[in-house]
């Protein structure tokens, strides 16, 4: 066999494998029945068993923001007008130092956030998805508390925005 046609042989090849694709594919909306952007979603407040009297503000607001910008659902204006219901239970937040300075301090933070989740569609009494979903997102450190504060709170809301996608994902995902 010569070296030509071998490597035409190698090109077709590469050539087919790459037309015909490997067979993954994102998830999106039309990937899943459970998701649809005419579907209205429902988020009470969570339960909220950790020290972060905000968390639970901040993880609603993400839920809703991810649902919508990721799958197109609305907010629902009460929980008899939603077609999916969530529960949802903070079980823990905790924010620790994850590394230091030659002088012996904290230079970066990492907030952890630990949410139990379920997701039930109207007129079922079964979940379509429940479990225990983990963030977490480092923040740098800082001597002025106004922007260490500010740092912390905005890796509680990337947290929140990572378990949200988690979840969307998760519940996409379980056949």
């Not at 899943?32 to 969570?46: D, E, M, T, V």
């Not at 950790?50 to 929980?79: C, D, K, M, W």
């Not at 007129?123 to 800082?142: H, V």
Request: glycine share 6%.
């Amino acid at each position: 066999m010569s070296a030509c046609t071998w490597g035409r042989g190698l090109i077709f090849a590469l050539l087919l494998g790459t037309v015909t694709g490997c067979g993954y594919h994102l998830t999106n909306s039309q990937s899943s029945g459970r998701l649809a952007a005419s579907q209205k979603i429902w988020i009470p407040f969570f339960s909220n068993e950790s020290i972060s009297p905000t968390a639970q503000t901040v993880l609603r607001r993400a839920f809703y923001e991810e649902f919508h910008a990721l799958r197109g659902l609305n907010p629902a204006g009460s929980l008899e007008s939603a077609d999916l219901a969530m529960k949802a239970r903070i079980v823990s937040y905790s924010s620790r130092a994850v590394s230091y300075s030659a002088l012996d301090q904290a230079r970066e933070f990492s907030l952890s956030l630990n949410v139990e989740l379920e997701i039930t569609e109207k007129g079922r009494t079964l979940p379509l998805w429940k479990g225990q979903i983990q963030g977490s997102k480092q923040y740098p450190a800082n001597t002025n508390l106004a922007l260490q504060l500010n740092a912390e709170e905005q890796a509680l809301d990337a947290a929140a925005r990572i378990i949200a996608i988690k979840f969307i994902s998760a519940l996409e995902e379980s056949y």
